[in-house]
């Protein structure tokens, strides 16, 4: 395998015009690096729309020389690819240098709206940053993140994208020989927390790296005086800390569990990222947790913005240099800044389940929801399918409803619910049409994923590519669809797990 700096590049011009912003500006962060051979590459999927986005030719991207591109077994013209560095807290443990280990930083692309991206391969090979693993990845866990990632876009939520899923044809170690494959990612950036906690060690990179940081995500604040009346290092943390309370509210709402919330995997744009042993919730169980390595379940749903907010702590350490003339004063205002998350998260997940029960975060009766929280808890309703249940309900139907909680439970909090409604005088019919408009019919639900993944692994992409179909339109009702929407019998649920950096 040829992999490394010194090797031959093979170059493709599959894909013209990359830059490089962050190998230029932040090279002490980047290693010059290139992707393994690769010895038969085969396109298993291809996104045709995000490719247009960023102004790419799918049909080069389909031709020999754009699967190397996207296989890491060629570099793209003109481009110079690198691994990049960044520290973390896994599981609240500091790792001084983790990076991309089998990940490999193309450069820099400017879509149709003028949006600066990352594309990076995901699954090419050993880099400096391997440390103990083999670099690569597998089909399953790569159609996985595509499929996912593709869902959560669908469903409005901040994420990196997937262009593509190429199989190499290399057969891959893990518990048993799997097929590898390659994931290209697009991102509004790959700079995390973790990249912070590493800039941190060498005191001089985290004003450059914030700056970048700043033109890159939040150019509103680059006018700021680095020690101005609003300082724009204090402007930056809060726009972060702002992004990130309204992401995590954003999974909450459609009953996504991350799984390894670690620092590394907290992005600055305010991206969702990394989609290793993430799962949707079916039956709800706000303690629920699927990662084989989460035992102590750290990033169990209910505890994600507990853990964010730790992570933020994590980033507010590093810039304390840059926000006060003395730690004392630093450490003050970064605490106080801190201590708006929770509220923040609230506000936007309140808002979130208000727009979920058709009503405006104004109603001025958070009860209402947290009771149907905990109605649907203690009978462990699904997530997903519920709230198209109350819709249902409002438009007379009540039977769905009765099959998620027996009817005698939800009585007394329906009669709330509707008496809500007729006091601000909502149609029930327009209520129940925006409710449809915000809560999905169909999710990544774990045991279709897994019957999509294991016949795709096996060689046969149909059923991948119906439920790609169905999770991309989350409110489409479609006949053919239905199956979508029904949740996994609970013998499924009750042994599924998911597997980190597989
Ligand atoms: P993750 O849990 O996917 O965020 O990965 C954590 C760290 O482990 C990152 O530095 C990854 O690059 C690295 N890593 C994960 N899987 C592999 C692998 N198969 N080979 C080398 N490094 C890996
Ligand atoms: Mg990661």
Known sequence: MSAGPDSPTRTSPAIT?????????LSPLTVAWKGADVPDPRLLVLNEELAETLGLDAAALRAEDGIALLSGAAAPAGADPVATAYSGHQFGNYAPLLGDGRALLLGELVDMNGHRVDVQLKGSGPTPFSRGGDGFAVVGPMLREYLVSEAMHALGIPTTRSLAVVATGRDVRRERLEPGAVLTRVAASHLRVGTFELAARNTELVQPLSDYAISRHYPDLAGLAPNGSRNRYLAFFEAVLERQAALVADWMLVGFVHGVMNTDNTTISGETIDYGPCAFLDAFDPAAVFSSIDHGGRYAFANQSDVLKWNLARL???????????ADEAIAVMTAALSTFDTRYQQHFLAGMARKIGLTDTFGEPELVDDLVTLMAAHRADWTGTFRALAAELRGDPTALADAIPREHTDPWLRRWHGTLDRLGRDPAQTA??????NPLYIPRNHQVDFALRAATDGDLTPYERLMDAVTHPYEPRSEWAHFGAPAPASFNDSFQTFCGT
Not at 316 to 326: C, F, K, M, N, R
Not at 433 to 438: K, L, N
């Open 17 to 25: 015009g990359f830059e490089r912003t962050f190998a230029d500006e």
């Open 316 to 326: 507010a350490e590093t810039l304390l240099p840059l926000v006060g003339p003395t």
């Open 433 to 438: 049409a925006a409710m449809d408009r915000v």
